[in-house]
């Protein structure tokens, strides 16, 4: 059975049930202080010259309508992946943090960190609250991964067996460290850290999948690869492709909600029309994730 893919997002809901899945593990999406986010909206929306196309934000919308919206689709676990740009910044989204989870029960506690002193005494705090998931944000936190201020951060997130997603690729612009050697050296200084990287990559694919072979417990969200959007410019080989199957249990499905210039649905659809199989979906849609969260169907 092949079930055809959502076209909308009112069409989720079937889309899921027809897979014969309880729902939608999102481990990608964003909360934050409304401030904050209006202002990564703001750059999206302006940074079309730079990004070489238009991102108008989808989801523009107040708190509860995104959680609603979520909700209506049957995403029953999602992240609120917050980040710093500069230091001084990470532990106040941590505390923001904190309270975002304790109001959105769906919410996976997400922490965050930037090389700075006090950045292993605040993880650790995080971890002691209860975080479930770390976001590491290379690209916009224009930061070194192997700064030695961060050496004890990876270490106690190793320790912890906390998952940290990381936007480690030079998409959709490079930083001053993307790409896949600054983070790969992190890897070699802590090779059981559970790394999720973003974006599957995004645009370094190949280089960053080749972790999978090395580093035992490295994942990939499947974050707008694959879409109309990422395929104009940043599309990932035909290789790639033939690579995802044996990485089945590897991978996280992941959206960028509500920061996407495209229907949410369409994610869904980018990753149907692979042709990779049913079985293939269900562990990308929810089985990876419930594993790694240790999450149960509501
Ligand atoms: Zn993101």
Request: net charge negative; glycine share 8%.
């Amino acid at each position: 059975m092949s079930v055809p893919p959502p076209r909308t997002d009112d069409d989720v809901p079937a889309y899921w049930q027809a897979l014969g899945l309880p729902g939608l593990i999102d481990v990608h999406t964003h909360f934050l202080p409304p401030n904050l986010l209006r202002r990564v909206w703001e750059y999206f929306e302006s940074a079309g010259p730079l990004i070489g196309m238009e991102w108008p934000i989808n989801y523009r919308y107040d708190e509860d309508e995104r959680l609603a919206r979520l909700r209506a689709m049957g995403v029953r676990a999602f992240t609120a992946l917050v980040y710093p740009h500069k230091p001084g910044m990470a532990e106040w989204l941590n505390g923001w943090a904190v309270d975002f989870a304790a109001r959105t029960p769906d919410c996976l506690h997400t922490a965050t960190f930037f090389p700075e002193p006090g950045a292993a005494a605040y993880v650790a705090k995080a971890v002691d609250d209860g975080a479930r998931i770390f976001k590491a944000h290379i690209q916009v936190g224009g930061y070194d991964p192997r700064d030695p201020l961060l050496d004890d951060v990876w270490g106690l997130i190793t320790e912890a067996g906390i998952p940290v997603i990381v936007h480690a690729g030079s998409g959709p612009v490079p930083g001053a460290f993307t790409g896949p050697e600054p983070f790969e050296a992190v890897m070699d200084a802590h090779p059981r850290l559970p790394a999720v990287i973003a974006h599957l990559g995004l645009p370094e694919y190949d280089a960053f999948l080749a972790m999978a072979d090395r580093y035992p417990n490295v994942m990939f969200d499947t974050t707008m690869a694959f879409t109309d959007f990422t395929m104009r410019g940043q599309a990932p080989s035909a290789r790639l492709v033939g690579r995802l199957p044996d990485l089945q249990d590897r991978l996280l499905f992941g959206s960028d909600y509500p920061n996407i210039p495209y229907a949410y649905a369409h994610q869904l659809e980018a990753l149907a029309r692979l042709d990779l199989g049913d079985d293939w979906l269900r562990a990308v849609f929810w089985d990876n994730a419930a594993r790694l969260f240790t999450l149960t169907a509501p």
